[in-house]
């Protein structure tokens, strides 16, 4: 302990660097937690005492005058928390970085399985195929499988490998079954519709607000092509103003899901 600090706890003569000592311990008594406002320069406290160091935010003053009377003295103190403060900073920008992109690339969950044959679905979307009558995902061995009746005849009519209901004989029975399962909240319906709207095709009038309420939606039941679509949109401009910021943030959040379009987007944006 130095000698003014010495000088300070024992109360002795009160000379004028006595006055520093007291300024000091007011000080102290501040770091640790008492509930007073003092000044860094001539060591009045209260309530008033609001003017505050622009640049490192840590010490407050009276008035003006005070402000400008410490300045020399406090300038390497404030200088070093400056510099501390911005390392922390940066260290905290990489550390967020780092952990976002482990989170960008690292491998999703793998997709579920087919539920006829129970093997896990392909990640290509070639090799599945969605079925607008029971919303079901199945794979493309299953699906181009001989079907047999119970008495092990080649069936030829084209059903659901699944449910077993008869393919669609046109598009308009393709759009009803498809709003059906709208209705049951399926997120690939849903997507899917959205994607209608948005190009205008099978019937639907383009609708570019209506496409990204369908992709919203679909995003926030799991559809990770949904994310896709909204970021193209605002890549695009379609429906609403262009901006890459959001563009790059819902391609991020479908490349995290494994979105394979999304990544190579992002690839090609950097």
Known sequence: MSTSDSNCKDGASKSKSDGICDVNDKLQNMSIGAAVSVCANCGKEGDDINNVCAKCKQVRYCNAVCKKVHKKKH?????????????????ELRLAAEKHDIKLF???????????CFIQLPSLESGSRYYECCGKV????CVYAPVYDD?????????????RTSASTS?????????????????????????NYRDGRYGFTQDYTKALELFQRAAELGNAEAYLNIGCAYHR?????VNMEKT????????ISGEE????????ER
């Open 248 to 255: 790059r943030h819902y391609w991020e959040l479908a490349a």
């Open 75 to 91: 300038k390497k103190e404030c200088e070093e928390h400056v510099r501390r403060a911005a390392e922390k900073h940066s260290e």
């Open 237 to 241: 401009g379609q429906g609403i103003e």
């Open 106 to 116: 690292k491998q999703p969950p793998p997709d579920d399985d087919c539920p006829i």
């Open 151 to 163: 008495q092990g005849n080649k069936v030829y009519e084209k059903k659901c490998p699944f449910c």
């Open 261 to 268: 379009t999304a990544r190579h987007n992002l690839g090609h």
């Open 138 to 141: 199945i794979c493309c061995g």
């Open 171 to 195: 598009g308009k029975l393709t759009i009803e079954r498809m709003m059906e399962r709208v209705e049951a909240n399926d997120p690939n319906a849903i997507n899917t519709i959205g994607c």
